[in-house]
């Protein structure tokens, strides 16, 4: 079992920047794909960055170029920075580990993003 607890999450406005934190009970990175996805009011999941399997990073198209995963290993921590932040990236954030051998996933229990004047 994987516990992960996210936080940074709060009122913004557009243009403004967040930066989530996601701390992991797990220090073997190693053994789990890492990622950020969001929930947005009556819209489904959706992966917005990530590491692939061989450490690369993903982004999806509606957030590259202002989004930025990273990771600290030291502190067990992934982090999501967010700038130029519009309206519609107004949902709920949540950290994400895939273990790459059992496949299991762990969640978060998501911050809340919300993006207004």
Do not use: H
């Amino acid at each position: 079992q994987v516990q992960l607890v996210e936080s940074g999450g709060g009122l913004v406005q557009p243009g403004g920047s967040l930066r989530l934190s996601c701390v992991a009970s797990t220090s073997i990175f190693s053994f789990y794909v890492m990622g950020w996805y969001r929930q947005a009011p009556g819209k489904q999941r959706e992966l917005v960055a990530g590491f692939t399997s061989n450490d690369n990073t993903y982004y999806a198209d509606s957030v590259k170029g202002r989004f930025t995963i990273s990771r600290d290993n030291a502190k067990n921590t992934v982090l999501l920075q967010l700038n130029s932040l519009k309206p519609e990236d107004t949902a709920i954030y949540y950290c994400n580990f895939r273990n790459k051998f059992t496949r299991d996933d762990y969640w978060g229990q998501g911050t809340q993003v919300t993006v207004s004047s």
